[in-house]
């Protein structure tokens, strides 16, 4: 499963020595040294007890270690839209926010809905710096009609089918996605917005769109569709849904009584949406204008609260990478989107930690043992031995600010250029080797 | 993203009450018949996204009045018709002269957008359903002409408020002074969410309960164009909430009606109410000269 350029590394041996490993699937948060050999889990062992020698070493020492971190949502444009992101250069972003896997959403020009494309989005050419586990379209051109061949797709490997940003709405098609995917096991991704009442909508409805004069998305069209969903997983035996960028209260209840009835149902929550609210578009900036959009005070609370218990599966950044000329335009007209692979665990741990104090352990879990088990990711999202060497090593007590100039993303589309936070990526592993080092 | 420059006019609900009453009493000494050449030379462009008689021809007018030379760009027979972006358009503008840009467009926020890039004074002629600043002070070059003074004025704004950047700039400017504002309309034109937009503001669905007691019934347009859809029926919006000179009773005696134009007779109001004694609807037109001339004044600091 390990991408080729990847594969290029795996051979030597590298000692991460000195940390404080957080691995919430093996339940270990202590001080650990870790010994990656040949892109795998060699040893763990207490400070100092590891026996086997290695070419290279990394001194943790007041870091934390944790598992590679998994973006379960990502735009990384290609093929077809180069000029705002490439798999080198998104990949690059990744890596820098400690990223070490990345699944790849099908909306590209054209759509990712053949098993070639998915090989494409996979090969050695593309130079991703980390693992890339592309998402195929649900349905042909996502046009919301025909089924792709999910089971052609998964062989390519296709990690999950969605058609994100034109959800399925046809009742019958979604059945019968969920029913393919059951037979497969393969989750079927929803983008929960009913498209028929948010149709030249730009931000949420409310006093804010009311005052801006421009039309507004309900928080019913996220949470109706969510509930239909939640009911046809419930019905469909074996059936695996997976609820995108979760924004509404709503929505919410819809997967808590969902997973009450054993339903399997996962979501994710977006950085941006546990960070910040409508209000915060100011006076049009469309930095500030996304799918699904910021929402209300109540709806921010709600997430938080799912995070912390347990209800929400994954932070997933939904990067959406855009090109200066698609966003510096009247604010109904400009792209919806933006970048989030370098600010996610800095927007984690300041606001979720530090202001909402959860715990550190359940945030490293969002990023690593949390998506890996809703889309199956074996030997990832935890250092067991044997299991892939993707670690992730920060530190949490960092203080720095975020600036947008100087991002390896192609693009500058984000709402937290200038902001100081507390919790920096130090250093990036994939497959035993260092790809991201801070200077 | 830069501050705007000194002297634009992108909506109401960040002026100042005295800004507000300086370009009233600046308004009040302005005359177009007798205008004092405040601009000469200056090169002020109308930049007009969309169709528009009033708004249009009365900026033209006040500049010309004040000795400014005007040149109108419209989307059609311009270079946006091949796709020009707003900020090029505005960025040409300014290296042909343009010392003001008076800007017409169905975008909420595009002033803003133009004004943060560029160093000349932006005025908004209308952005999308978000505010028509010059509307509604002109508007209230009004009020005060027949009304003396806004303390204790009651004001009823009927019709649909959601689509109307004139109402959300008129709630912005009259509460601002206290003004007690009743919205009215059926819900799909005043959502409840309309309480928000400022403090002073009450919402009704019967016009009997809107009109009782006011000193102002203001009128909009019903857009036929935003009916295809919704759920409100033509036959009974007119039942309900045309303005008749029966119901208009209802009001104060000494009350004035009016519009932003353009009426649509038998639809919003029956021509006897749109001609009646009330009517002030020709006299906010003529308003809108001398309170365009003061906005043209002080955007290019000569508001003296």
Avoid at chain 1, 57 to 83: N, S, T, W
Avoid at chain 1, 157 to 181: Q, S, Y
Avoid at chain 1, 201 to 227: K, N
Wanted: positive net charge; proline residues 5%.
């Amino acid at each position: 499963m390990l991408n080729a350029k990847s594969q290029r590394r795996e051979s030597g041996s590298l000692l991460i020595k000195g940390g404080h490993l957080i691995d919430p699937a093996a339940k270990i948060n202590a001080p650990m040294d870790i010994l990656l050999r040949d892109g795998r889990v060699a040893e763990i062992a207490l400070p100092n007890k590891v026996r086997g020698g290695a070419d290279e070493k990394f001194d943790a020492r007041g870091l934390i270690v944790a598992p590679g971190f998994i973006d379960l949502h990502v735009h990384m444009r290609e093929p077809g839209q180069g000029y705002k992101e490439t798999i080198a250069s998104g990949t690059a972003a990744a890596a820098a926010g400690g990223f070490t896997s990345v699944c790849t959403m099908p909306n590209t020009m054209p759509v990712v809905d053949t098993e070639e494309w998915v090989a494409w989005l996979r090969h050695p050419e593309r130079g991703a710096e980390v693992n890339v586990f592309p998402i195929a379209a649900a349905t042909r051109s996502s046009r919301g009609a025909a089924l792709t061949d999910f089971a052609a797709l998964q062989r390519a490997g296709a990690v999950a089918v969605t058609d994100d940003g034109k959800p399925i709405l046809d009742d019958e098609v979604m059945r019968a996605a969920l029913r393919l995917g059951a037979e497969l096991n393969l989750p079927v991704v929803q983008h929960a917005e009913d498209t028929r009442v948010t149709e030249h909508c730009s931000m949420h409805e409310g006093p804010t769109s009311f005052r801006l004069g421009l039309r507004g998305m309900p928080a019913a069209a996220e949470a109706g569709i969510v509930d239909r969903d939640v009911n046809l997983a419930q019905q469909i035996r074996e059936s695996r849904l997976h609820v995108a960028h979760l924004s509404t209260s709503d929505a919410l209840k819809a997967v808590r009584r969902g997973k009450r009835a054993k339903a399997r149902v996962t979501c994710e929550v977006t950085p941006h949406h546990f960070t910040l609210l409508d209000e915060d578009v100011g006076e049009y900036n469309t930095n500030f204008k996304m799918n699904p959009p910021l929402r209300t005070a109540s709806d921010r609370e709600a997430t938080l609260v799912a995070l912390a218990d347990g209800t929400v599966d994954a932070i997933a950044t939904d990067h959406a990478p855009h090109a200066s000329h698609e966003k510096q335009v009247e604010f109904e007209r400009a792209a919806f989107g933006i970048t989030g692979l370098e600010t996610a665990l800095a927007l984690a741990i300041t606001k979720l930690h530090r202001e909402h104090k959860i715990p550190l352990t359940r945030i490293v879990e969002l990023f690593t043992a949390g998506p890996a088990r809703v889309f199956d990711l074996r030997g990832r999202g935890s250092l067991q031995r044997g299991n892939f060497g993707d670690v992730t090593i920060f530190d949490p007590k960092k203080r720095w600010t975020f600036e947008a100039a100087k991002s390896r993303s192609l693009s500058r589309n984000t709402p937290f250029g200038g902001w100081q936070f507390t919790g920096k990526v130090v250093a990036t592993i994939v497959g035993g080797k260092v790809v991201y080092r801070e200077n | 993203m830069n501050k705007p420059a000194r002297g634009s006019l992108l909506g109401i609900e960040h002026l100042e009450e005295k800004e507000i009453l300086g370009l009233l009493k600046l308004a009040r000494r302005m005359n177009p018949l007798k205008a004092r050449p405040l601009l000469r030379n200056k090169r002020i462009v109308l930049l007009f996204y969309e169709a528009s008689t009033r708004t249009r021809s009365s900026f033209e007018i006040a500049a010309k009045s004040l000795g400014a030379i005007t040149t109108l760009v419209q989307s059609s027979g311009s270079s946006i018709e091949k796709g020009e972006s707003l900020l090029d358009t505005g960025y040409t503008l300014r290296a042909v002269g343009a010392d003001a840009i008076v800007l017409r467009h169905p975008c909420a926020g595009a002033p803003h957008l133009m004004a943060a890039h560029l160093d000349i004074p932006v005025i908004n002629a209308g952005d999308g359903m978000h505010e028509h600043p010059s509307q509604a002070l002109l508007d209230a070059f009004t009020i005060l002409k027949h009304k003396k003074s806004f303390k204790g004025l009651q004001v009823a704004i009927i019709g649909d408020i959601y689509h109307s950047r004139v109402a959300r700039s008129a709630c912005h400017l009259l509460t601002k002074f206290g003004v007690k504002i009743t919205l009215c309309g059926p819900a799909e034109f005043v959502p409840d969410v309309s309480t928000t937009l400022a403090p002073g503001l009450r919402v009704t669905r019967h016009i009997e309960d809107a009109l009782r007691g006011t000193d102002v019934v203001m009128l909009l347009r019903l857009q036929k164009e935003r009916l295809a859809g919704q759920k409100v029926q033509l036959q009974d919006y007119v039942t309900r909430y045309q303005m008749t000179a029966a119901r208009l009773k209802l009001a104060r005696r000494d009350a004035i009606v009016m519009h932003p134009g353009p009426i649509i007779r038998g639809l919003e109001l029956t021509a006897e109410v749109a001609d009646g004694p009330q009517s002030v609807i020709i006299d906010e037109i003529h308003n809108g000269v001398p309170t365009r001339m003061a906005i043209l004044a002080r955007a290019l600091g000569k508001a003296k």
